[in-house]
């Protein structure tokens, strides 16, 4: 059997993803034997047009990173999708929207004044200047991507075949997705190569029967390193997040802030962790629920914080339709 | 043709449905706009149903349980709320507005409060206007299930 | 990361049936239309329309099509599921389809009863049928369970309520643990002296029964003994019961008595009232049962200072034991009466009437004690000088109907109080002044307003008025060495000072003490009185919200001892009427936890209100208990990774029914 062909790319995400590859260290000579790169913008000097003369399927596997928020990543997404025989939606942008997915909890134009106008950095002369996606010059015609009003998760623009969530997806379960492709012992389709279960059945902490009397940010309090932190009043989104990353930031006595996604069952993680939180937050009277909406400062960033793409409601709602 | 709202009224069996239910021996008229789906106790009622009314095209969502103290399980209705306002809070964020989503307590007894609320809210959602999930999406969504089937 | 959609299953064959009600429905709703869109939804093979559905012959066309058409789902839009569901699910048992795979869509009370609008009824009465047709593919065959029910029943409190309860129980054939925290059974009924309004020795009529008690081949009696824990649920309850060490054996003890003559101690009976005495070692009256005394260690010089030991001396039958320790016993049971009675509302939290503060002001109970043959002062009403008082003020309703303490009616205080008003006409003088101070006069049971006839006929002097204080600060020269009670006569709206030497506070019942911690454990509710909540207040005044847990007696609420006796005797019928079945059915639409999905969160485990959630430490999951399990769905809510399923309202068929109604 010839070596396989494969392409990375990097989308909407920080980039992380791109090192996380190289975070298998001596392993990468393993995916180097097996595997001949046939795109990887961060690495080498490949053409999109190169890929794009490529016979279709021609590609064995292709790990996508980042999510979907402009005209260039969508192009690529199909672009790669036509190409690849196994797409991988690979780290959480791709697999759930990610971090960049909270930009759906704002709109373009908000973001774009921001950056252009509000930032402290700015200094301008009044006439606040913005990335145009047409611009003619005297040698011909210029164009930059276009910036879409919202962010989605790569399943939302081509099908995906595999998620391996996380941010960054870890070595190890870089170096299972890379074997299970290597050797062609794939998982059914649509299959997440993480756990099945939620962090908490990995997680070390003693858990008890949960009640909360109050709710701490993680700045607030130094937490235990034995007991639950949820339990502590840190919102641990543990046990609505797919286990997988072998509870690295519990270990460093940090909450788990969601990277993995929801479990399978889970339709919408930030509804299940509002529904977890809730419940087992002690008192009955409108003072106690008071109490603990003044504690949870922002629940949409918490719940939501790699998930909003991949929620139900997907972004904010913007304007009042109708009217 | 002026819009009429859809709204789902998630109702507890053992107090705001059959008090819904009272409404309706009574023979009390409301606005035919709320829609009821029952569960045992309003603490059945997971976020994730009122998010998906949403999704699913609902312009608001009631949800009903027993008074405070009279839940048929006891305290059921105290999760619902705990539940709703945090919910509400996120929906907040989400531009959801605060007229669209209530949590409302309804006794067996209380066919005309039924009445009263449904009609109220009706009107409330009403003036709000259509709910529309959100801008449509730039990326194709639609084309996926297309190039999925293909 | 998938929604509703796409259920990749082999496809229903639903039968939809829309019924006219009469004109009730087809009045306003267009029925065949309805019918005619149902035919057009997924998985529908035949849609009908009918006059009545509940008819005989609806429910015959239901059964026949489910044979004929091999109908595997069933949807009839009618009336309210609380009215027919049960109606339309016996049909389809009959016709060997899982009552669980039927729905209902409520076009009538939801629908055509609430709207005139012919066109938007039938167009809600179409999304009604939309939403059970898509809702009715997801559900799935649930059976019923039967477990096994103990028969032994535990009843906990040995006053009159429990022993009623317990001689119930055990006459009908079942073995009954009585669970007494006191020495000695009897309760408050015990230390009363006569009983309104016939005036019967209370002593006279309880005694025979706690003899029974004690003799009764089916009831095995703890005292000095009590409940720690409570697990399990309806039919199969396993409860821990302590057994205070007594420091005397009882199977070597005869009763005899002669430890208490000897022993040197003395302390305030709890019995009397703190009126009297009683020894270290000591039974709380004479006709304690069992008749077994209790070493008080606390008060023992032997425990206190090591020395003394003349009990052990002089016991016969070396029933002396001082290094006897608290023993536990696990008890099976089916059903639980929980008889724990009530606490005397201390009037001392009432400073205006001076109850432990001004001599001759004294408690309800006190003055019981006080009339007692066998009390501390041998039946005669005497004041703190050793005198019989010339006058007597009664105060009602110290403690009730009082927004400061309890908003409710003791119910019983009226009563007693006369009673007390003809006790002092009766053992000090008929020439002896009684005054009731009353807020209303309550003689609601039978006899009871002739006896207050009759007390009126013996001179007492009724004042309409819920006095301001009782002080022993003299105005006049009539006053001096009185208590002086001070009150508004509502009646003529004037004020009056009237001097007694004797003032009795008919103190309110209230909850014991430990209320919260019994409803805790016993997993029961509370009503905003504090006493046990029932099932149902006029309809179940003798269950509690628990399945198999009974009350009786004042721990439900206020009530005198007919009501008590009555209430006793219901909650023993309940109770063997539990026993006497052999087994239980145990709800089908339960909640459950898929132990395969279960990551041992624990956010689950305390929010059940019937406790029936366990986490099992070895496996590291969660566990429902199927038999204990109400089926409320709130943990399946809750649960964050989705691993609980709450059956017949499970997360699939409510989201298929809101999408089908939002079509």
Excluded at chain 1, 94 to 119: F, M, S
Excluded at chain 2, 43 to 51: A, C, K, N
Excluded at chain 2, 84 to 89: C, E, G, R, S
Aim: hydrophobic share 40%.
């Amino acid at each position: 059997m010839g070596k396989q062909k494969w392409a990375l790319y990097w989308a909407a995400s920080c980039g992380g993803c791109e090192i996380a590859v190289l975070d298998v260290n001596e392993k990468i000579l393993d995916i180097a034997a097996a595997a001949d790169i046939v795109l990887w913008p961060c690495a080498m000097d490949f053409k999109y047009d190169d890929v794009r003369a490529m016979a279709d399927r021609s590609i064995d596997v292709c790990l996508f990173n980042g999510a979907i928020r402009s005209s260039e990543q969508e192009e690529i997404a199909r672009l790669l999708r036509a190409k690849s025989r196994v797409m991988v939606a690979f780290g959480s942008c791709a697999c759930t929207g990610g971090i960049p997915g909270l930009a759906n909890l704002t709109t373009k134009d908000e973001i774009l004044d921001r950056v252009y106008i509000e930032a402290q950095s700015v200094v301008g002369n009044g006439h606040p200047v913005f990335p145009q996606p047409h611009t003619r010059v005297a040698e011909g015609d210029l164009e930059l991507p276009v910036l879409y009003e919202e962010v989605s998760k790569l399943s939302q623009v081509i099908p995906v075949d595999y998620y391996l969530p996380g941010c960054p997806p870890t070595p190890d379960l870089i170096m299972t997705a890379v074997n299970a492709i290597a050797t062609g012992q794939l998982p059914p389709p649509g299959a997440v190569i993480a756990g099945e279960k939620t962090l908490c059945d990995v997680c070390p902490r003693v858990k008890q029967e949960k009640k909360i009397t109050r709710i701490y940010r993680p700045h607030q309090i130094i937490p235990e390193p034995q007991k639950c932190l949820l339990e502590q009043g840190l919102i641990c989104c543990g046990p609505a997040t797919r286990e997988g990353c072998g509870a690295q930031c519990i270990q460093a006595n940090m909450p788990c802030r969601g990277c993995f996604g929801p479990p399978a069952g889970v339709i919408d993680q930030g509804a299940k962790l509002v529904s977890a939180v809730a419940s087992i937050y002690e008192g009955d009277t409108p003072e106690s629920v008071a109490a603990m909406l003044e504690e949870i400062v922002d629940p949409a960033g918490t719940f939501y914080r790699y998930g909003m793409a991949d929620s139900l409601l997907k972004r904010k709602r913007v304007g009042t339709a109708g009217k | 043709m002026s819009f009429e709202p859809r709204i789902i009224g998630i109702l507890c069996n053992w107090c705001s449905y059959t008090g819904a239910d009272l409404a309706g021996t009574s023979r009390m008229k409301y606005a035919p706009n709320v829609r009821i789906v029952r569960v045992m106790c309003s603490g059945r009622v997971d976020p994730t149903f009122v998010l998906k009314a949403f999704q699913q095209g609902a312009d608001g969502v009631l949800i009903g349980g027993c008074h405070p103290g009279d839940c048929h399980y006891s305290t059921g209705n105290y999760k619902t709320a705990r539940r709703i306002p945090l919910l509400k809070k996120m929906l907040d964020q989400l531009g959801i507005e605060d007229g669209r989503v209530r949590l409302e307590w309804v006794s067996a007894s209380e066919g005309d409060r039924f009445q009263a609320l449904a009609n109220e809210m009706t009107e409330q959602v009403r003036a709000l206007g259509p709910f529309r999930p959100a801008a449509p999406s730039k990326p194709a969504a639609m084309e996926v299930a297309a190039l999925a089937a293909g | 990361m998938e929604d509703n959609n796409g259920k990749g299953k082999t496809r229903e064959r639903i039968g939809v049936y829309v019924c006219h009600c009469g004109s009730n429905i087809a009045g306003v709703v267009d029925c065949p239309a309805v019918a005619e869109y149902a035919r057009s939804l997924p998985d529908v093979v035949l849609a009908r329309d009918y006059k009545y559905m509940c008819s005989d012959p609806g429910q015959t066309l239901i059964k026949d099509d489910i044979k004929e058409h091999g109908l595997t789902r069933v949807v009839v839009a009618s009336c309210s599921p609380r009215m027919h569901e049960p109606t339309f699910r016996r049909a389809c048992e009959q016709a060997g389809l899982n009552a669980y795979l039927f729905e209902m869509a409520n076009i009538r009370e939801h629908c055509s009863w609430v709207t005139d609008d012919k066109a938007k009824a039938t167009e809600k009465a179409k999304a009604l049928v939309s939403a059970a047709v898509r809702r009715v593919v997801w559900q799935q065959p649930l059976q019923t369970r039967e477990v096994p029910v103990t028969p032994a029943a535990m009843v906990i409190g040995g006053g009159v309520a429990g022993i009623q309860a317990a001689l119930e129980i055990a006459d009908a054939g079942f073995k009954v643990y009585m669970v007494e925290r006191d020495p000695s059974i009897g309760g408050h009924m015990a230390q009363l002296d006569k009983t309104f309004p016939t005036l019967d020795c209370s002593a006279c009529i309880l005694t025979p029964k706690m003899v029974s008690v004690s003799q009764h081949p089916n009831i095995e009696l703890l005292a000095y003994s009590e409940v720690v824990d409570v697990q399990g649920y309806v039919g199969n309850f396993k409860v821990k019961v302590k057994k205070k060490a007594r420091y005397v054996d009882e199977e070597k003890c005869r009763g005899c008595g002669i430890c208490e003559e000897k022993c040197p101690g003395r302390v305030p009976s709890e019995f009397e009232e703190g009126l009297g005495k009683r020894k270290a070692i000591y039974r709380p009256f004479p006709q304690a049962v069992p008749n077994i005394p209790v070493l008080d260690r606390d008060n023992c010089l032997y425990f206190q200072r090591g020395r003394c030991r003349v009990c052990e001396r002089f016991c016969d039958s070396n029933a002396i034991d001082y290094e006897q320790e608290d023993r536990f016993v696990d008890l099976d049971v089916g059903a639980i009466v929980l008889a724990t009675g009530y606490d005397l509302f201390d009037a001392s939290a009432d400073m205006r009437y001076g109850y432990r503060r001004l001599d001759n002001v004294i408690s309800a109970l006190e003055f019981e004690r006080m009339c007692n043959a066998s009390g501390p002062t041998a039946g005669r009403i005497l004041m703190a000088n050793g005198k019989e008082p010339k006058s007597v003020a009664i105060i009602h309703c110290v403690g009730s109907r009082d927004t400061n303490y309890h908003q409710y009616c003791s119910r019983v205080c009226c009563m007693y109080s006369m009673k007390f008003a003809h006790l002092v006409k009766d053992r000090v003088g008929h020439d002896t002044k009684v005054f009731e101070f009353y807020t209303d006069l309550r003689a609601f049971g039978k006899g009871y307003e002739e006896f207050y006839n009759r007390v009126q006929e013996e001179g007492v002097t009724f004042v309409r008025g819920r006095p301001a204080e009782v002080t022993d600060v003299p105005e006049t020269i009539d006053e001096v060495g009185k208590l002086i009670v001070q009150a508004e006569n509502t009646l003529v709206s004037r004020q009056v000072r009237i001097p007694v030497d004797m003032v009795v506070l008919s103190g309110g019942l209230e909850p014991r003490s430990d209320t919260a911690e019994v409803a805790r454990m016993f997993n029961i509710s509370r009503s905003q009185d504090g006493f046990f909540l029932e099932r149902h207040p006029k309809l179940d005044p003798v269950a509690s919200m628990t399945d198999g847990v009974f009350v009786a007696g004042c721990c439900q609420g206020p009530k005198d001892i007919p009501d008590t006796v009555a209430q006793a005797a219901a909650a023993a019928v309940r109770a063997v009427g539990l026993m006497n079945k052999g087994k239980i059915q145990v709800e089908a639409a339960t909640s459950m936890v898929q132990a395969e999905l279960c990551s041992g969160c624990r956010v689950c485990n305390k929010l059940c209100p019937y406790s029936a959630i366990t986490f099992d430490e070895e496996k590291k999951v969660s566990v429902i208990n199927d038999a204990v399990c109400k089926g409320c769905g709130v943990v399946a809510a809750a649960c964050p990774s989705d691993a609980i399923v709450s059956r017949h309202f499970t997360d699939a068929q409510i989201l298929a029914e809101i999408e089908g109604v939002l079509v």
